[in-house]
Each structure stands twice: as structure tokens, then as C-alpha cells.
């Protein structure tokens, strides 16, 4: 059974770059299959999907973010990354990392498998 | 951006009712819908996948129907267990978009 868990500062001062990393065991970043997405949820509220990345390096992201966001992988370390740059306080949320994964017959996208979560919090 | 509505917000039932939980979309999406349910603390977990596929390990009391713009979320006899916070996604087209949530409480 694959899992993720995420890692990374808990606190990030405004203006500043959130980074986080997640560790997935279990399963190899690179099998063919899946992608692999990071998902935000404000306190109390919601959840807002940030992007994907493939083990290839393509990446898609939320406009909303503005284009502050980058997923990278490191496949050599079992991991993928996001950096979200210039935050504000509205970045403070529990940030997940998830497995995607598509079924076949439909070619739907769905998130499988989802790590803990980590509370990123923007404040000086 | 695919707007995602769930309704009810809340709603509470007792154990062994049938529950449904309701999800629309603002256009078609085909059967590209999935629930998630999430407990206080805890990460959401997946429940259906493609509308209607049950995720493995997920109890068989819960089924997903529906296509286009509306689909729903049943649980056939609720348990104590299923008391969360459920979410409705679609995968249809990016951004990826969920829906505000239904809280179920048990009476």
C-alpha cells in the first residue's frame, strides 16, 4: 500500500516561499499510471486543488494561484515538491499530497490515496 | 472553472436510515465525479471514483450514480462510522473543482 506524507516548515513569513516536499514509500514515483497532485484546504473551509505533476515532469496548475505555484519530482528520491511563492496570509491552510490515478475504461482522474496533511501558516 | 454544488449543506439521520447527498455540476461532465469523505483531523479518503466505481476497502453500503450534471451519493443503512464531512470532485476538465461539502450527523 503506497503512502505519502508531507514535509516542511510549518510557519512562512509573508512575501516569502512556501516549500514542501512530499515522501512517498510504498510504490515508485516513476511506475507508469499515476500523477501527482497537491491539494489545500483553509481552515475550516474546502479543498482547493493546487496541480499535478507526472513522473515525466509535466505539470498543470490552478490559475487562481497566479502562477506562484511549481510541482517538481525527484524520482532519484522517491518525491515530489511544491513551492508557492510570494504568500500572503490567504495561503494559510493544511497542505496535502496525493497519488492520482485514472481509470481506465472511463479516463477519469481521481485522487487515490492522500497523506496526512501538513498546516502551513503565513504570519511574520 | 466547473462550479460544484452539494446540497444538503448538513443534515443529520439516524443509524440505518438511507441517506443521499447530492452534487451538480454547472455543465456536463460526463461521469467524470468523485466523493470523498473526511473526518475531523484526517485526510479526505476516497469513496467513488468514475461516478459510480465503489474504491476498494470502501463498505458496499455506499453507491455513486449519475451522469451529466447531477449525481448523488447514497448510503444504504447509515452507521455510527459514517458520521463526516463529504465532498464531491470533478475531474472533468482543470481546474480540478470541489464541491463545499455535506456535513452528516448521526440524531
Known amino acids: 500500500q503506497v503512502q505519502l506524507q508531507e514535509s516542511g516548515p510549518g510557519l512562512v513569513k509573508p512575501s516569502q516561499t512556501l516549500s514542501l516536499t512530499c515522501t512517498v514509500s510504498?510504490?515508485?514515483?516513476?511506475?507508469?499510471?499515476?500523477?501527482w497532485t497537491w491539494i489545500r484546504q483553509h481552515p475550516g473551509k474546502g479543498l482547493e486543488w493546487i496541480g499535478y505533476i507526472y513522473h515525466s515532469g509535466t505539470s498543470y496548475y490552478n490559475p487562481s494561484l497566479k502562477s506562484r505555484a511549481t510541482i517538481s519530482v525527484d524520482t532519484s528520491k522517491n518525491q515530489f515538491s511544491l513551492k508557492l511563492n510570494s504568500v500572503t496570509a490567504a495561503d494559510t491552510a493544511v497542505y496535502y499530497c496525493?497519488?492520482?490515478?485514472?481509470?481506465?475504461?472511463?479516463?477519469?482522474?481521481?485522487?487515490?490515496?492522500w497523506g496526512q496533511g501538513t498546516l502551513v501558516t503565513v504570519a511574520s | 472553472d466547473i462550479q460544484m454544488t452539494q446540497s444538503p449543506s448538513s443534515l443529520s439521520a439516524s443509524v440505518g436510515d438511507r441517506v443521499t447527498i447530492t452534487c451538480r455540476a454547472s455543465q456536463s461532465i460526463g461521469v467524470y465525479l468523485n466523493w470523498y469523505v473526511q473526518t475531523p483531523g484526517n485526510a479526505p479518503k476516497l469513496l467513488i471514483y468514475a461516478a459510480s466505481r465503489l474504491q476498494s476497502g470502501v463498505p458496499s453500503r455506499f453507491s455513486g450514480s449519475g451522469s451529466g450534471p447531477e449525481f448523488t451519493l447514497t448510503i444504504s443503512s447509515l452507521q455510527p462510522e459514517d458520521s463526516a464531512t463529504y465532498y464531491c470532485?470533478?475531474?472533468?476538465?482543470?481546474?480540478?473543482?470541489f464541491g463545499q461539502g455535506t456535513k452528516l450527523g448521526i440524531k
Open positions: 470532485q470533478q475531474s472533468f476538465g482543470t481546474p480540478y473543482t
Open positions: 510504498g510504490g515508485s514515483i516513476s511506475s507508469g499510471g499515476y500523477f
Open positions: 496525493a497519488r492520482g490515478a485514472t481509470h481506465a475504461q472511463s479516463n477519469a482522474e481521481y485522487f487515490q490515496q
